[in-house]
Each structure stands twice: as structure tokens, then as C-alpha cells.
């Protein structure tokens, strides 16, 4: 099997009662007095909350083409579309299927981005991104290890989905980062079609690092995700096939991307060693004697209105969002690991070093090193 990413933490709202996995407890008292000069909002007015759109990518972008293309021809034409994914030491591939609402959305393996709800992305020209982790499929079968990525901005060339089953013989090239060797393409056929045709078995080369890359035919069509091998073997790689893909962006839940804006700067919140590394947040329910301190990381995005809001993805699997307003106010659009979905509004202090938010229920978290943009 292809080797999957390091997991690193992340991701959103009302974290878990009292999570086995917190790292150290804060006494309530401590806590209290952060935000004892803030008077929750309870007024008939609703504050402004973020308005995080849903996004569904539709699978469209360069036409096939009707004759049969040159190894040469199909990479020169797909590059541009194809991105390295990196975060902690792993790395992973992965290829644009849409460009939408000012975001550029990409394919990849889940079991690339497991552990994690934000990614480092290299072009073929060298340029790098941000990318956020907006949708994954259940990874637990081979047809279910997808996921979607975003970036802010239009970035790449969308790369189109094949809509015709695969047949044995078709030639086809796998375009990825095999053992690290970016942008590297492999060319081999389709040995056989298995699992009721969603997995495409291929005699192309496929090595860690290629997971999530694009497996193309010969009229420069997706025909596949590059997904896994058969350990000491030779030629036994496998792909899962253009048709569960389509379904897999088909069927993305309405609030697959509610939750997780496309922002993917760098995080705002860290710790001593530079980007993408998490930090500890605090965070204390009501009914609690004390508060733990979690592994989070922290982006900040912007609504279509230009309003600024920054998301917070906790290690559980959490995600909050968090707008703050002027006049002491902060709208909060939560989903918790299990997909429940809350928006409420409460109050928050700025501290020396960080922010500090109370909810209606009085909950409270503190997010180090946040400075936040009022608006």
C-alpha cells in the first residue's frame, strides 16, 4: 500500500465534552476572570455571521481530445493542472477539477490528508499555496479514499473527467511525485477493471507520493486517482476510477465547504517553528471545572461581503469560525467532529497575547496570538 501522510491535527466547533486526547487543564478561575469585564450579546438584534458558501465543483474543464495523444503530448497538456502535496513529511499529488466562486478546487487521496485539514501545494512552475481540506471520502474501502482541496484564487488547469468507463488495453500515464521525483509521468494500460469497475487495476508505475494523481487516457481524459500497489510486486497499482470520482463530487453534502472556507493562508496561531505547525487553545464549557488546553491551527479568510473571519480547526474535528465586530461582538459558525452545526453570537476581550471569546452559553476559548481585524 501506498504510504499515507503523518496525521497532524486539526479541524472545528464546539470541541467535545471533556476530550481524553487534551494536552493540559487551565483552572476555571483563571479563566473567569479573562473575560469577566465582556457581557455576552442577548439582544433581539442578530449579529452578522460569516456567510460561508457551500461549494459543490462540478467535474469540468479541458475537452478530451478525439484522437489518440503522445505520452509527451498528455503531460505537456495536464501539468499545469497537476499540484505535489506536502504537509508534515509525507508527500502525496493531486490535480484541479474546478475552478469556482474564486476558489480552485483539487482531487485528491483522503488517506493523503489524513490527520490533517490543511496542505502545502507546489505547481509545476514552482509556485506554492495553501489548501484547505473541504470534503473526504470515508477512506475505510479503496473506492471511498478521496478527498477535496481548495485554494483561494485561480490556480492551475482544471483537468477533465473522463465520462466513458475504462476498458482493458487502454493506454493511459500517471502524472505525480513518486518517492518525492515531482511531476514524474509513467505510462503502462489497464490490466483489469475490479470492484465492479471503480477500481482500475494498471501496469503503470505507481510509488508513494503518486497517491492522488491523475491517471490519464490517451485523450488526455481523468480516467483514474492514482491510490495504491501490491507490495513486492511489479505492475500490480491501482486507481480508482473516473465514475466514482464524478460521484464523489456529486454527492458532496451541502455544508461539505460551509465550514471550511477556501482561505488557506498561512495560520496565524503558531507555534516556534514556522508555518503550519498547530498551537494549544484553551477551551472551558460551563458545566466544567476546568479548561483544556487543545491542539488547534488558525486561517483567516474573507466573506464575499469582505467581511474578515478566522477559522479554527481544533484537533478533534472540530472546526469554528469566528467574525469580530467593533463593538465587542463576535459571530460564531461552528460544526462539531460529528457534523453538527451551530451559529451563535457572544462576546470576546482582546488579551496581551490573543483573543479570548465567550459564547451565549458561556463557553469560553482562548486562541493565542490572534490579533483580530474588527469589522
Not at 100 to 107: E, K, P, V
Not at 260 to 272: H, K, N, V
Not at 298 to 327: C, N, V
Request: with cysteine; aromatic share 6%; proline share 7%.
Amino acid at each position: 500500500m501506498l504510504l499515507p501522510h503523518q496525521p497532524s491535527p486539526a479541524q472545528p466547533p464546539a470541541p467535545p465534552r471533556r476530550p481524553a486526547w487534551a494536552v493540559a487543564a487551565a483552572g476555571a478561575t483563571g479563566l473567569a476572570m479573562l473575560l469577566s469585564s465582556c457581557t455576552a450579546v442577548r439582544s433581539n438584534a442578530t449579529a452578522p455571521t460569516p456567510k460561508l458558501a457551500a461549494v459543490a465543483p462540478a467535474p469540468t474543464g479541458q475537452s478530451c481530445s478525439n484522437r489518440t495523444q503522445s505520452a509527451e503530448q498528455v503531460f505537456n497538456s495536464a501539468k499545469q493542472g497537476v499540484a505535489v502535496v506536502t504537509h508534515g513529511d509525507g508527500v502525496g499529488s493531486a490535480f484541479v477539477v474546478a475552478h469556482q466562486d474564486g476558489q480552485t478546487f483539487l482531487i485528491t487521496n483522503a488517506h493523503v490528508v489524513q490527520g490533517t485539514e490543511s496542505v502545502r501545494l507546489k505547481w509545476v512552475d514552482g509556485k506554492r499555496d495553501g489548501a484547505r481540506v473541504v470534503a473526504r471520502g470515508r477512506g475505510d474501502t479503496p473506492s471511498s479514499d478521496l478527498a477535496l482541496l481548495a485554494v483561494q484564487g485561480t490556480k492551475g488547469t482544471p483537468l477533465r473527467i473522463a465520462d466513458q468507463a475504462s476498458a482493458v488495453g487502454q493506454e493511459v500515464f500517471v502524472i505525480g511525485a513518486p518517492k518525492g521525483l515531482e511531476f514524474s509521468l509513467s505510462r503502462g494500460v489497464v490490466s483489469s477493471l475490479r470492484d465492479s469497475n471503480k477500481i482500475l487495476q494498471v501496469d503503470a508505475a505507481i510509488n508513494p507520493g503518486n497517491s492522488g494523481g491523475p491517471v490519464l487516457n490517451a485523450g488526455n481524459c481523468v480516467a483514474g486517482v492514482a491510490t495504491f500497489k501490491f507490495k513486492d510486486s511489479e505492475g500490480l497499482n491501482f486507481a480508482i476510477s473516473a465514475a466514482v470520482v464524478q460521484d464523489f463530487l456529486a454527492d458532496l453534502p451541502p455544508a461539505s465547504a460551509a465550514a471550511d472556507p477556501a482561505p488557506a493562508g498561512p495560520p496565524i496561531a503558531q507555534a516556534p517553528g514556522g508555518e503550519g505547525n498547530t498551537t494549544l487553545c484553551l477551551f472551558k464549557r460551563p458545566d466544567e471545572d476546568a479548561a483544556a488546553s487543545i491542539p488547534c491551527q488558525l486561517s483567516r479568510g474573507e466573506t464575499a461581503q469582505g467581511q474578515t473571519f478566522y477559522q479554527l480547526a481544533w484537533a478533534d474535528g472540530a472546526r469554528s469560525a469566528y467574525a469580530f465586530f467593533g463593538d465587542g461582538r463576535v459571530a460564531i459558525d461552528a460544526r462539531s467532529a460529528d457534523g453538527r452545526r451551530v451559529q451563535d453570537a457572544g462576546s470576546f476581550r482582546l488579551l496581551r497575547d490573543g483573543v479570548a471569546v465567550r459564547s451565549s452559553s458561556d463557553a469560553i476559548a482562548v486562541i493565542p496570538g490572534l490579533d483580530p481585524v474588527l469589522n
